[in-house]
């Protein structure tokens, strides 16, 4: 770290990933952003491992390039299939959504079964499930692959994303799973599908937004890399700045993300990363 105010780079495959942003934001306002959206190749929930990890470390050396201090990978794809080799080529610390996530459904849990929703490729790699089973707790992975169109269409509140729900998770939460007592939202796109899913899931099923729980360890990672000294009391009051990096338009990337951020967005470039 060398300023005290640190610029914290938060990658995704696209718009989904500004959830995260959007709990960072609340959690740690005295920080800036810098957010890179790979929205020309998006979707990475139905990609191969080697191309995830490659497009990822691509992304993150970009953020990189661009002054971040610390990596937040927003995406739980990414995540799940490339943490690793991400980490590995990264000079700066890297935070993932997956052991954040696990940890706080293991807060959580009475019942010590946990049911988690992703992407195919989230729920192919078994991330969750390790790290869920490291922490001596059951878990079942449900692939619900509808739901990510769904909410890029703004459907967060239409009968037939309920429907579709419905079915997933009548699936997820059935035999040995009945009594699952946590749904943990693997996909950056769930949380603002939440109102709904609170309805279509058991009564007695608590739901784990992965981006809060991110939000909570990258404050902590950084408590640990910058005690924050009285002496900065005025620089830490101003707004955060927020700059944003797309691959594929510029005015979608504004339309779209408004949606998941909460607040318009300004300051948005375009980047050609080279296949
Ligand atoms: N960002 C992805 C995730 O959280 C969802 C969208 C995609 O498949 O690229 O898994």
Redesign the pocket.
């Known amino acids: 770290m060398t300023t005290r105010r640190p610029t914290i780079g938060v990658f ?3 718009f ?2 500004l959830t995260v942003l959007k709990a960072l934001l609340e959690l740690i306002p005295d920080a800036d952003y810098l957010y890179f959206g790979d929205t020309a190749r ?5 990609k191969s491992v080697e191309t995830v990890a490659r497009y990822a470390v691509e992304a993150a050396h970009y953020l990189e390039g661009h002054g971040a201090e610390l990596l937040v990978i927003a ?3 990414a995540t799940a299939l490339a943490l690793d080799r991400i980490t590995a080529s990264a000079h700066v610390p890297v935070v993932g959504v997956v052991e954040p996530g696990a940890a706080a459904a293991a807060s959580v849990t009475k019942n010590k079964k946990i049911v988690v929703i ?2 195919e490729a ?1 729920v192919s790699s078994h991330a969750y499930r390790k790290a869920l089973e490291a922490r001596s707790l059951d878990a079942r992975e449900k692939a619900c692959p509808l739901l ?1 169109p769904m909410v890029e269409e703004g459907w967060v509140e239409h009968p037939v994303t309920e429907q579709v729900a419905r079915i997933y998770l009548g699936e997820a939460f059935a035999e040995g799973f009945v009594d699952a007592d946590v749904l943990v939202l693997g ?3 769930y949380p603002l599908l939440k109102p709904l899913l609170h309805r279509v899931a058991p009564p007695h099923v608590s739901i784990v937004d992965s981006a809060e729980s991110t939000a909570r360890a990258v404050a902590a990672r950084l408590q640990a890399l910058l005690p924050p000294p009285p002496a900065v009391r005025e620089e830490r009051r101003a707004l955060p700045r927020l700059k944003f990096f797309a691959t594929d338009s510029v005015d979608k990337f504004r339309r779209l993300g408004e949606r998941f951020l909460g607040h318009p967005i300004e300051d948005v470039q375009h980047v050609d990363l080279k296949e």
């Open positions: 995704d495959s696209g989904g990933g998006l979707p990475y929930g139905s995406c739980n794809t992703g992407t989230t990510v996909c950056t796109h």
